[in-house]
């Protein structure tokens, strides 16, 4: 008998074991798929709730032209109040950002530019995350998730979607979901049980080389009431300069260092 490394054993065996693994999820006789329902009952759950306060993780990837794959990592916390106020923090590497929203003006100070822009905008966070994706480009993931319309939203683009199976986030059960669109695919883990909570998504870029992927964990899901009056107030920090939509420190506010190539947004 032939000697086999165990290296090449090893390969075999997980090749083996993951033919199993999708033959047995492709066959006919596999349970009725319900990836629709479960997105459908966290949009419900999600929308339904007046408050929500979270921390968050994110990383997005971008290519390099020599092919190589460099992730940038954020963290950040999130206050949303219905209908009409949000606050965002992200700080990573490149940027430490703030975004206010009262329900009648948005300020976005950005910490390591020491500058913020101001606009009137006044309605709800759903028509704020609308202007602001179509009149600066600016890509909000993760925002489609907390839209009272979340589920509309998400399934725009869907051509075909699956319920994987169950995973592990954070120490969190929940149901593994993936979807497939056009130009980007993208997976959601939700919580199980009665509070169906968007605990990880994953977008993935078809239409860029290399196809770069955005990933949002979500943790510290709370929907008390937010007792603190300022939490939607913006007040300039001493030293602040206001600067103009179209002014080139807005570069500073992104995730990413200025001039590096997008990655997967949605």
Same mark, same amino acid.
């Given at each position: 008998?032939?000697?086999?490394?165990?290296?090449?054993?090893?390969?075999?065996?997980?090749?083996?074991?993951?033919?199993?693994?999708?033959?047995?999820?492709?066959?006919?006789?596999?349970?009725?798929?319900?990836?629709?329902?479960?997105? +459908?009952?966290? *949009?419900?759950?999600?929308? $339904?709730?007046?408050?929500? @306060?979270?921390? %968050? &993780?994110?990383?997005?990837?971008? /290519?390099?032209?020599?092919?190589?794959?460099?992730?940038?990592?954020?963290?950040?916390?999130?206050?949303?109040?219905?209908?009409?106020?949000?606050?965002?923090?992200?700080?990573?590497?490149?940027?430490?950002?703030?975004?206010?929203?009262?329900?009648?003006?948005?300020?976005?100070?950005?910490?390591?530019?020491?500058?913020?822009?101001?606009?009137?905008?006044?309605?709800?966070?759903?028509?704020?995350?609308?202007?602001?994706?179509? +009149?600066?480009? *600016?890509?909000?993931?993760? $925002?489609?998730?907390?839209? @009272?319309?979340? %589920? &509309?939203?998400?399934?725009?683009? /869907?051509?075909?979607?699956?319920?994987?199976?169950?995973?592990?986030?954070?120490?969190?059960?929940?149901?593994?979901?993936?979807?497939?669109?056009?130009?980007?695919?993208?997976?959601?883990?939700?919580?199980?049980?009665?509070?169906?909570?968007?605990?990880?998504?994953?977008?993935?870029?078809?239409?860029?080389?290399?196809?770069?992927?955005?990933?949002?964990?979500?943790?510290?899901?709370?929907?008390?009431?937010?007792?603190?009056?300022?939490?939607? *107030?913006?007040?300039?920090?001493?030293?602040?300069?206001?600067?103009?939509?179209?002014?080139?420190?807005?570069?500073?506010?992104?995730?990413?260092?200025?001039?590096?190539?997008?990655?997967?947004?949605?």
């Amino acid at each position: 008998m032939k000697k086999i490394s165990l290296r090449k054993l090893v390969r075999v065996t997980a090749t083996a074991s993951s033919f199993v693994i999708l033959s047995a999820a492709a066959s006919p006789g596999a349970r009725a798929d319900d990836s629709v329902a479960l997105l +459908k009952a966290m *949009a419900d759950y999600t929308a $339904a709730q007046k408050s929500i @306060s979270a921390t %968050f &993780d994110s990383d997005i990837e971008v /290519v390099t032209p020599g092919l190589q794959k460099i992730q940038f990592t954020s963290s950040g916390q999130l206050k949303l109040a219905r209908p009409d106020k949000l606050r965002v923090r992200r700080t990573g590497g490149y940027a430490d950002v703030d975004l206010v929203y009262d329900g009648k003006t948005v300020s976005l100070y950005g910490n390591n530019a020491k500058a913020y822009v101001q606009a009137d905008l006044p309605g709800t966070v759903d028509q704020l995350v609308d202007t602001m994706q179509e +009149k600066t480009g *600016a890509a909000m993931s993760g $925002a489609d998730l907390l839209l @009272s319309n979340a %589920f &509309d939203v998400l399934t725009s683009d /869907v051509e075909v979607g699956e319920h994987v199976g169950q995973g592990v986030v954070d120490g969190v059960e929940c149901e593994h979901l993936a979807f497939r669109g056009h130009d980007t695919d993208w997976q959601i883990w939700i919580q199980t049980g009665a509070q169906p909570i968007p605990r990880k998504y994953v977008i993935t870029s078809k239409t860029l080389t290399g196809a770069p992927q955005y990933t949002l964990r979500i943790k510290d899901w709370k929907t008390d009431p937010i007792a603190d009056a300022d939490a939607f *107030a913006f007040k300039p920090p001493e030293g602040a300069t206001k600067v103009s939509l179209d002014s080139d420190i807005m570069m500073e506010f992104d995730e990413v260092p200025v001039g590096t190539t997008a990655g997967a947004k949605k």
